[in-house]
């Protein structure tokens, strides 16, 4: 079992900055998978940022690659997702997601996650 808890959201103007948080209790000293996935109004969620939490390759959507960068926090069993250059199509709530196995090629597919994050609200204005 993986408790993941996110912070970090918040209100933006288009070209700011934020940085999200996703921390993890339980059994995080394990290797997982790790994903951001957000949800826009209307829209399904999507796949934006995944990584290992024991080093590996990270994977990015399309429509951020460049802006957005995902990392994990060994010390502190914290998942991060640092957004650069916010658009307001960026707009959404942020999830952060977590398994033990994941067999995806870009490990972004929503089913194959068991332990997500209650959300944050990301708002981009323009």
């Known amino acids: 079992q993986v408790q993941l808890v996110e912070s970090g959201g918040g209100s933006v103007q288009a070209g700011g900055s934020l940085r999200l948080s996703c921390a993890a209790s339980g059994n995080a000293n394990m290797r997982y998978c790790m994903a951001w996935f957000r949800q826009a109004p209307g829209k399904e969620r999507e796949g934006v940022a995944s990584?290992?939490?024991?080093?590996?390759?990270?994977y990015y959507a399309d429509s951020v690659k460049g802006r957005f960068t995902i990392s994990w926090d060994n010390a502190k069993n914290t998942l991060y997702l640092q957004m650069n250059s916010l658009k307001p199509e960026d707009t959404a709530m942020y999830y952060c997601?977590?398994?033990?196995?994941?067999?995806?090629?870009?490990?972004?597919?929503?089913?194959?996650?068991?332990?997500w994050g209650q959300g944050t609200q990301v708002t981009v204005s323009s």
């Open positions: 997601a977590a398994d033990r196995i994941c067999l995806s090629p870009t490990l972004m597919t929503e089913g194959e996650y068991n332990y």
């Open positions: 990584t290992y939490t024991n080093s590996g390759p990270s």
